[in-house]
């Protein structure tokens, strides 16, 4: 509020309308709002910087993922292509073999016995006959019969085949170690010879497969 005469106030009022009345206020909402504005931009930019930061590190996180996947298909391949190289081999060794039997047994003869052991093969026609010999586990006992080793071509030209204990399931370890051992017994009865390594490659189930599925023996002399 002013005074009459009172040029201290009257000034000062006049000042502050003078200063009010040149101020233009589309001047100041230009002014605020340009501030606004510059503020928002402002924090625009710093986001984008910020988030140009973040997917420059999402982007290197990213092609390290792709040389990631690129090694681990790279590797997959590798193991694949090993895989394929392993069951080749397998095949190549199973047709070897296959081969090798048709080829072994060209000019053989197999005679299938049927009947009683002594009696179909304790005859003088068998003497010193045969070049080979098997005999399974549950037909074993016959290797002890005197007339039996008599069937082989002498002086280490035949060769006894026995089965052991390897497939017989009822037996435990300790069952099937006395049953191969007793083999050993029938087979020195009848001075026959065994054969350490076996003349033939046995297959093996795995590294941990040590038994022997079948023995062998030489014939003895005359």
């Known amino acids: 509020m002013t005074k009459a005469n009172d040029i201290y106030s009257g000034l000062g009022a006049e000042a502050g309308q003078q200063s009010v009345e040149s101020e233009d206020p589309f001047s100041l909402l230009e002014t605020e709002e340009d501030k606004k504005v510059d503020g928002e931009e402002t924090v625009k930019a710093s986001e984008k910087e910020q988030g140009g930061g973040c997917g420059g590190g999402s982007g290197g996180g990213g092609e390290e993922e792709e040389v990631e996947k690129t090694e681990q298909k790279k590797s997959l391949l590798v193991?694949?292509?090993k895989k394929?190289?392993?069951e080749e081999e397998?095949?190549?060794?199973?047709?070897?073999?296959?081969?090798?039997i048709v080829k072994s047994l060209a000019d053989a003869?197999?005679?299938a016995m049927?009947?009683?052991?002594?009696?179909v093969l304790d005859k003088a026609?068998?003497?010193h006959f045969f070049d080979v010999a098997f005999v399974s586990a549950r037909?074993?006992?016959?290797?002890?019969?005197?007339?039996?080793?008599?069937l082989l071509k002498p002086n280490g030209n035949g060769i006894l085949a026995v089965e052991s204990s390897k497939f017989i399931v009822p037996l435990n370890k300790k069952q099937k170690d006395e049953f191969d051992a007793k083999l050993d017994e029938f087979a020195i009865s009848q001075q026959l010879q065994k054969l350490v390594p076996p003349p033939i490659s046995r297959r093996r189930r795995d590294e941990?497969?040590?038994?022997?599925?079948?023995?062998?023996?030489?014939?003895?002399?005359?």
């Not at 397998?90 to 090798?100: G, N």
């Open 79 to 81: 193991e694949a292509e």
């Open 84 to 86: 394929e190289e392993e």
């Open 90 to 100: 397998a095949i190549a060794k199973v047709l070897l073999r296959a081969e090798t």
């Open 109 to 111: 003869k197999v005679f």
């Open 114 to 119: 049927v009947g009683q052991p002594s009696k």
């Open 125 to 127: 026609q068998f003497e």
């Open 139 to 150: 037909a074993a006992a016959c290797i002890q019969q005197p007339w039996f080793a008599r």
């Open 208 to 222: 941990n497969d040590t038994s022997d599925d079948c023995f062998f023996y030489s014939s003895p002399p005359l």
